[in-house]
């Protein structure tokens, strides 16, 4: 099972970059996005932010994994199907 590797490019903090992430992590940046009501680059922005020396495309992996912990957490502490 193997995903391709789709890159885009963003402005963060005034330049440019280049992203890759496989395409089930940019549907849940996607996701998270939405469900926040901001821009995917407001999104990235701040997981460039909070990051430290961790390579963007790792920090953006990490957050998008957290999200889904915390909201499958949250669903079996409600009883709730979180997806």
Do not use: C, Y
Request: no cysteine; proline share 1%.
């Amino acid at each position: 099972m193997g995903f391709s590797i789709v890159k885009r490019s963003v402005s963060i903090a005034g330049h440019r970059t280049s992203i890759s992430l496989e395409e089930p992590f940019w549907e849940g940046l996607r996701e998270i996005a939405e469900r926040d009501k901001i821009s995917i680059q407001a999104l990235i922005g701040r997981i460039d932010a909070d990051r430290g020396e961790q390579n963007l495309s790792s920090a953006i992996r990490v957050f998008v994994l957290n999200d889904l912990r915390g909201r499958l957490g949250a669903s079996a502490l409600n009883g709730t199907d979180a997806l």
